[in-house]
């Protein structure tokens, strides 16, 4: 499992944008994500064979209940992003 802290996250969907790539979080949605947020990618494929295209449970300012949204992304990007184990013992 993939997670990404909300400046990351702002930047590959910036990047995801300039790239022209189908999906990326609307600019309401990418500036009313929570600034101290962690965001957890929940599922991933590559797409076209040039990308990836990732789904997302994101934390937005003011609630505790999680947002979905669809980002696209390049291979580095995706590379770039924290993976995170499940430790059920502790």
């Keep these: 499992m993939k997670i990404a802290k909300t400046?990351?996250?702002?930047?590959?969907?910036?990047r995801a944008n300039e790239l022209q790539l189908n999906r990326a979080l609307s600019e309401y949605g990418c500036e009313n994500l929570d600034?101290?947020?962690?965001?957890?990618?929940?599922?991933?494929?590559?797409?076209?064979?040039?990308?990836?295209?990732?789904?997302?449970?994101?934390?937005?300012?003011g609630t505790?209940?999680?947002?979905?949204?669809?980002?696209?992304?390049?291979?580095?990007d995706y590379e770039s992003l924290a993976d995170y184990v499940y430790d059920k013992e502790k």
């Design 64 to 76: 505790n209940e999680p947002v979905n949204g669809d980002i696209d992304m390049t291979f580095d």
């Design 7 to 14: 400046d990351q996250l702002a930047r590959i969907n910036h």
């Design 35 to 61: 600034p101290d947020g962690i965001h957890v990618m929940w599922f991933s494929m590559i797409h076209n064979d040039d990308h990836m295209r990732t789904c997302w449970l994101l934390k937005m300012r």
